[in-house]
């Protein structure tokens, strides 16, 4: 059973700061995986996603890599700010599924001014 | 912009009522989903759907029923409401293709009471 973790649960970095948050998944078999932001008490908001052929993808000061073969993604922040606070979700979809996505449980980032 | 819209933000029900929560997507996707989010335990699936009049379990479908009778529009029924069943619900739609990504509602915080 696909199972995806991300580490750490929760981060505190002073604003300006470079950042990595990492996420890992069990079954090498998958379709694509997906980053999304989480603001408290909203819904998901898509980041990126990266198919199973692609090695990264970037938007803005986002960039998120995929390993597939040893089960890993980073999603990489440059230059943190406090309005980057917030809880990052992976989720991958796997191979033949009619799309539903398996989850991490997050990081809740925290940027301090 | 992909559009999912919930009809409700919050929700307060008593036990025992039958409780309908709907969502509707403007991007012609033949994807749709349920998820519930509670502390600690993440996003997890109860239903989906890939077609008109088609559904499929996800990992926890006790207690609910789902209704899809349009494209755009896709029904989650609590037959008879328990206070297990206070959470954060999430409704997302998605294309069929590994290039898709998800997209999801702003959610429903249904309480039982």
């Known amino acids: 059973k696909q199972e995806v973790t991300q580490i750490p649960a929760a981060l505190s970095v002073p604003e300006g700061e470079n950042l990595v948050l990492n996420c890992s998944f069990t079954d090498s078999a998958i379709y694509n995986l997906q980053w999304f932001r989480q603001d408290p008490g909203k819904g998901l908001t898509s980041l990126l996603l990266i198919q199973s052929s692609q090695r990264e993808q970037t938007s803005g000061r986002l960039n998120a890599s995929l390993d597939k073969s040893s089960g890993r993604s980073t999603l990489y922040i440059a230059a943190s700010q406090p309005g980057d606070s917030a809880t990052y979700l992976c989720a991958v979809r796997l191979g033949g599924s009619q799309g539903n996505l398996i989850f991490g449980k997050g990081t809740k980032l925290s940027v301090k001014p | 912009d992909v559009k999912v819209t919930q009809s409700s933000r919050y929700l307060v029900k008593r036990t025992g009522e039958k409780v309908f929560l709907e969502c509707v997507q403007d991007?012609?996707?033949?994807?749709m989903f349920w998820y519930r989010q509670d502390p600690g335990l993440g996003l997890r699936l109860i239903y989906f759907?890939?077609?008109?009049?088609?559904?499929e379990k996800g990992d926890i479908p006790e207690g609910y029923s789902v209704s899809r009778e349009k494209k755009e529009r896709f029904s989650l029924i609590l037959e008879s409401a328990s206070t297990n069943q206070t959470s954060m619900y999430l409704c997302?739609?998605?294309?069929?293709?590994?290039?898709?990504?998800?997209?999801f509602g702003d959610g429903t915080r249904l309480s039982i009471l």
């Open positions: 991007m012609d996707h033949e994807n």
């Open positions: 997302a739609s998605g294309g069929t293709g590994g290039y898709q990504p998800q997209h």
């Open positions: 759907s890939y077609d008109v009049k088609m559904k």
